[in-house]
């Protein structure tokens, strides 16, 4: 009789959270978008619901990092307008083609801001960050920092001149701002200099051990190539820690002190936005849990 009391019950409550890749918020989407990301999701979604399966399909727009500053600072607007006109944009092309979303959030949200700052302070508070100061590149004539896409330089590894300051789109190695060759910045032109400055960091390194198991090991059939491929050449390098911080005025603030003038870097920032969109839905629904056993609250339901 437990056995089968325990049947039902994990049978009632299997659910099912579809997310997919939170579009940046700084352009329209394109063909390739659709196709390689939201038709497909979306055709699962309806898949599932098909099955009277309880499925909630979650969406969103990435608004913050340096891309949305530059596009500011180019159309001589802020960045919250940015985000605005685009986000708009991007949920009307979602609901014109009619992906089914549950919810369509964005991260600009205050239940996102409030849910990132919390999952930063709880890992600081475990003590799982690093805490550096660097020398980092400065932009004397701009008088602020340049975080990643505000630099741009030669590939060290490549020798492709067009590298950014955290990544090279030519081999598609991970950088850091200060291994380009001859950097210069986005904002200016001019050469930076370098001027210390303090953030925190993830100990990626602490975790190689079971990150290479489980990505070498476990999804080296059933990932994409070029993803295996990108993760696989990290792994090969040595992974090393990385910033969760950056010096912008435009993002989630970090909540500790000694930390006014940065927020969370967007890598760390974003992912959240599943989370935050999910608790936006349930709140929104006046949902305990996640979707309730209210007929008129179930993701199945509404459908």
Known sequence: ???????????????????????????????????????????????????????????????????????????????????????????KSFEELGISFDIYSRTSNPVHHKTASEFFKTLYDKGEFIEQTSMQLYDEEHKQFLADRYVTGTCPHCGNERAYGDQCENCGTSLNATDLINPKSALSGNIPVLKETKHWFLPLDKYETWLREWILKEHKDDWKTNVYGQCKSWLDQGLQPRAVTRDLDWGVKVPIEGAEGKVLYVWFDAPIGYISATKEWAEKKNVEGFCGRKEDTCGTALR
Do not use: C, W
Request: net charge positive.
């Open 1 to 91: 009789m437990d056995n089968q009391q325990s049947s039902i019950v994990n049978h009632q409550f299997k659910r099912y959270t579809v997310t997919s890749a939170l579009p940046y918020a700084n352009g329209p989407i394109h063909i390739g978008h659709l196709a390689g990301v939201y038709i497909p999701a979306d055709i699962y979604v309806r898949y599932l619901r098909s099955k009277g399966e309880d499925v909630l399909f979650i969406g969103g727009s990435d608004e913050h990092g340096v891309p949305i500053t530059i596009k500011a600072k180019k159309e001589g607007i802020t960045p919250q307008q940015v985000v605005d006109k685009y986000h708009g944009i991007i949920k």
